[in-house]
């Protein structure tokens, strides 16, 4: 499936849940690594929209809420992500959804750092995570890409995605995950042209003031003498 069922404005119906599955690897060592901009998200999800408690299931955390009055599962695979498909395989079947119904949030090397794509279908552009899911579902979900840059090297991908977030880095991450949890609604109604121009409006850079001329003083007035 190409990207033109969501521009031509195809729709799932409101009864169908959705299941936004946000990539990383478990534990405290990984959590501020860019490999993790997937986990990152959907906890800020999870706490701004009040999202129910996480709890173990899937071998994932899962967590349910609603997003534009559309019921939502949050889900955070334990898999380590190149076992990612496992998790979001399981979490799918349960459920019995479509996967029109599936969003997946995950950094993205070949995206600029700080910006964003959603895209239906394609390949996994060597995104480990990505290609366990395709493995075991197909290819025909919903992606976010969240780009974190390329290191320029092959060799250095790995451990430019496994290296936390920079300090740089930090200063159009917030924003950015401000943005995107701003516009997740927008992924609830299937639109996803209309999130990513929301992430961009929020995003843009405001346009610097030009520094106030004062007023010239008018000269005193001399009185004259009576």
Do not use: C
């Not at 998200?41 to 899962?62: M, T």
């Amino acid at each position: 499936m190409s990207d033109e069922r969501h521009s031509r404005g195809a729709k799932d119906t409101p009864e169908t849940p959705l299941l936004i599955a946000g990539l990383g690897n478990p534990g405290e060592r990984y959590a501020r690594n860019r490999h993790n901009a997937g986990f990152i998200v959907a906890d800020e999800i999870h706490a701004h929209y009040h999202f129910g408690p996480w709890r173990a299931k899937f071998e994932a955390f899962l967590s349910e809420g609603e997003l534009k009055g559309r019921k939502t599962y949050l889900l955070k695979p334990q898999t380590y992500m190149n076992h990612s498909g496992v998790s979001v395989g399981a979490a799918m079947r349960f459920f019995k959804l479509p996967l029109t119904a599936l969003v997946v949030i995950h950094d993205e090397i070949d995206l600029a750092a700080g910006k964003i794509k959603v895209k239906t279908g394609g390949g996994d552009a060597g995104q480990n995570g990505l290609r366990s899911i395709t493995s075991t579902l197909g290819p025909d979900y919903r992606r976010v890409r969240v780009g974190v840059g390329h290191p320029g090297e092959k060799s250095l991908v790995s451990a430019h995605v496994l290296q936390n977030f920079s300090k740089e880095d930090i200063d159009w991450l917030r924003p950015l995950v401000g943005a995107m949890v701003e516009a997740a609604p927008l992924l609830a109604q299937d639109d996803d042209t209309g999130f990513m121009s929301k992430v961009a409006l929020l995003t843009k850079p405001k346009p610097e003031k030009a520094p106030g001329k004062k007023p010239d003083k008018k000269p005193e007035q001399k009185k004259e003498d009576e």
